[in-house]
């Protein structure tokens, strides 16, 4: 009888130990968005636009990575929110005084996080790290990015594969 009652037992707890599994693997997307959207992050104005001023990765808490792919910045981003297009960057860095005259940082600057985080490339793997900034841009599948030089007050535009792991601040207009 003993034995039978531990049989029972067992059928019955083996559906429970993979019914957490298989909900948390069954909901994932639509956690995500929910937790993207409660998410608390710091913003700042420039301009006409606000800025996220932390990697989107810090602010969701939602991967184990700091860096993040397109299509997962693209997942993650709160409502409303959106990745900088490269005039949305070019002008939020002007207003922070890239490529002014030499020795003019303007107090905007200090607002915004620079996280020196580089990034990851699929093939060579970690590059730049905390020595360039690498931000996505929106790229409508040219997968575009922003690098900026750690202490110098510089940037280029650029394009990578879109499994490369970079930084990500977003705008919202």
Do not use: C
């Amino acid at each position: 009888m003993k034995t039978l009652k531990s049989l029972f037992a067992f059928i019955l707890s083996v559906p429970l130990l993979y019914m957490p599994i298989e909900l948390a693997l069954s909901n994932k997307s639509s956690n995500a968005d929910v937790l993207a959207e409660e998410a608390e992050f710091t913003t700042a104005t420039f301009g006409t636009a606000e800025w996220m001023t932390s990697n989107l990765a810090n602010v969701t808490e939602l991967t184990a990575d700091e860096l993040l792919t397109y299509e997962e910045v693209e997942s993650l981003k709160p409502e409303g929110w959106n990745l900088p297009t490269s005039s949305d960057m070019k002008a939020l860095l002007s207003n922070m005084g890239f490529e002014a005259a030499p020795g003019v940082i303007p107090s905007s600057y200090y607002d915004f996080n620079w996280e020196y985080d580089g990034y990851v490339d699929p093939i060579i793997g970690e590059s730049s790290m905390g020595e360039k900034m690498f931000l996505w841009l929106k790229d409508d599948g040219a997968h575009n990015y922003v690098v900026i030089d750690k202490d110098q007050l510089s940037y280029r535009m650029g394009k990578t594969l879109a499994s490369s792991q970079l930084s990500a601040r977003l705008i919202r207009k």
